[in-house]
Every structure is written in structure tokens, then in C-alpha cells.
Nanobody, 124 residues
Framework: QVQLQESGPGLVKPSQTLSLTCTVSGASITADVYYWAWLRRPPGKELEWIGYIAYTGSTYYNPSLKSRTSISRDTSKNQFTLQLSSVIPEDTAVYYC????????????????WGQGTLVTVSS
């Protein structure tokens, strides 16, 4: 059984960097051909894809967030990490990590495993 679990601070101050880690069990983040993604849902809004790191280690980001986003991985711990810099209150959302087999990240029904989500609030 594949499980994903998000961890990180629930409160971040404006202008700081949001950092979340997804710990994966039951599957290797280097196994072909999966893409390990971060998504978020702001209060009252649609789900938004942030970016992913592929099994190869390549990364791909939402153009609207690309300048502030970095996704990396620690293969020894089977974890991947999101960093979102210069956060603003509009970055407040439930953040999810998830796995997809489709390199097109907008095909939501190809995401087969999700973390439970973690609320991150941006506030001073």
C-alpha cells in the first residue's frame, strides 16, 4: 500500500519561505514512471497544481508559481520537498502531495495516491 504524508509548519509569515516534506512509503520515488507532485486548494477555490519532480529527478512547475517554487528530493529518505518563497496571504491553502503516472499534471484522474493534506496559513 502506497502512502504519502505531508509534514511542515502550519503557519508561515508573509515574505518567508514555506517548506513542506512528503514522506512516501510503499513505493520508491525513483521508480519508473511516476511523477511526485504538490498541489494546493485555497479556501473556497479550485485545486491548483504547483509542480512535480519526476522519477528521473527532473522538475516541472506551474508557470504562475515557477519563480517562487522549488521541489527537491532525498532518495535516501524517500521524501520530496516543496519550497515556496516570498509567501503572501493568498498562498494560504491545504497543501497536498500526490503521485501521478501522467506527465501532464492537469489530468487529475491519473493521480492514484494522495496525502491527507496539510493546512498552511500565511499570516503575521
Amino acid at each position: 500500500q502506497v502512502q504519502l504524508q505531508e509534514s511542515g509548519p502550519g503557519l508561515v509569515k508573509p515574505s518567508q519561505t514555506l517548506s513542506l516534506t512528503c514522506t512516501v512509503s510503499g513505493a520508491s520515488i525513483t521508480a519508473d514512471v511516476y511523477y511526485w507532485a504538490w498541489l494546493r486548494r485555497p479556501p473556497g477555490k479550485e485545486l491548483e497544481w504547483i509542480g512535480y519532480i519526476a522519477y528521473t529527478g527532473s522538475t516541472y512547475y506551474n508557470p504562475s508559481l515557477k519563480s517562487r517554487t522549488s521541489i527537491s528530493r532525498d532518495t535516501s529518505k524517500n521524501q520530496f520537498t516543496l519550497q515556496l518563497s516570498s509567501v503572501i496571504p493568498e498562498d494560504t491553502a491545504v497543501y497536498y502531495c500526490a503521485r501521478t503516472i501522467d506527465p501532464n499534471p492537469m489530468v487529475l484522474n491519473e493521480y492514484d495516491y494522495w496525502g491527507q493534506g496539510t493546512l498552511v496559513t500565511v499570516s503575521s
